[in-house]
């Protein structure tokens, strides 16, 4: 009987130290499930987090889609410019050298020829009256003056007028051609 109890009595610390070893392990395994649902949880929100951020990606890619048409369209807009730019730079030589050859020098040198001419019979009428104020004064000196002014102006007037139909001219063939 007493080989029975000691059996029992062994067995009874087996079966404590199995059941201490199941609570254990159940521990471990109440403590692995409260972590696993916490990366379960970590993970959901991580997914989410990546969920907004390629939605934030696509809405990037679309805004760099739209800013690179944009930038294309500037630059065919840019080129138009300086096209239209070199056209009318074009067309502005284009006149002063009509110009130039309806008058047979440069505008500007024409212009310088103007302004010498002006000089001159401003200073030649200057003259004049001084003349005129010692007594030495010739008559019609005053009416040649005149001639000598007056010319130039016309002269220079036509041609700003001759300019301006021109380019009066272009312009109206511009506008029936963009209609």
Known sequence: MDD???ENKRLAAESKKVADREKIIEMRVKKLEIKNKSLL???DSDQTEIDILKVRVAELEEEKTRRDEQNKYFELKNKELEAAKALKEHEFYMLNKVVENML???IEQ???EIQVEELR???Q???DEQMKVKGNGTKGSGAVVERSIVPSLV???WMIWVKMMMLMM???KRMRKKK
Do not use: H, P, Q
């Open 125 to 127: 009428a200057e003259i």
């Open 170 to 172: 272009m312009m109206t």
């Open 110 to 112: 024409k212009f310088e």
């Open 104 to 106: 047979g020098t440069s």
């Open 4 to 6: 029975v109890l000691d």
């Open 121 to 123: 019979a401003k200073r």
């Open 155 to 157: 002269m220079l007037y």
């Open 41 to 43: 949880n970590k993970i």
